[in-house]
């Protein structure tokens, strides 16, 4: 008889989100995101960074100031690297798990790829306007979203 305490897909690719998310050299804010197709096969992962050649030790990490001196000029959302991050094929169909709802930005790239769902963790930024407008371009656009909704599973990894 197969066991029974396996984890539900929503908790697997949540959990490879947040994983994801601890590569984020941000002290503020971590996330992850993680791009699954219909056969539930992980297609892409990112977190939130600064560009690939753009060192995390000669930009700035602060999130108030002047523009150039605040990290929101220099880092790439994880919603986004997970998209860049993909390297063959179709993105169409598929949906992203994140650990953070999307802002308008990362939002209109996920609809241009076809993507058609988001799970997303928290959705903490829900008065914003870029959240707003996230949410009527998906409404718009036919992609649905939905909270995840957490088991209060414990994980342990030792690595």
């Known amino acids: 008889m197969k066991r029974k305490d396996y984890l539900s897909w929503d908790e697997y690719f949540m959990g490879i989100a947040l994983l994801s998310a601890q590569r984020s050299k941000d002290p503020g804010t971590q996330v992850g995101a993680c791009i699954v197709n219909e056969d539930n096969k992980i297609m892409s992962m990112g977190y939130n960074g ?84 996230s949410k009527k371009m998906f409404d718009s656009a036919g992609v649905t979203y939905r909270q995840y909704q957490p088991t209060n599973r414990v994980v342990e990894l030792k690595l």
């Not at 560009?51 to 001196?69: A, K, Q, T, V």
């Open 50 to 133: 600064m560009p690939i050649g753009c060192s995390d030790d000669c930009y700035p990490w602060e999130r108030e100031g002047e523009p150039l001196n605040t990290k929101y000029m220099y880092v790439c959302h994880a919603e986004l690297n997970a998209i860049l991050n993909f390297s063959g094929g179709s993105l169409k169909g598929c949906r992203i798990y994140t650990t953070l709802f999307p802002c308008n930005e990362c939002c209109k790239a996920i609809i241009q790829k076809g993507i058609k769902e988001v799970i997303y963790m928290l959705d903490k930024y829900a008065d914003t306007d870029s959240v707003i407008a």
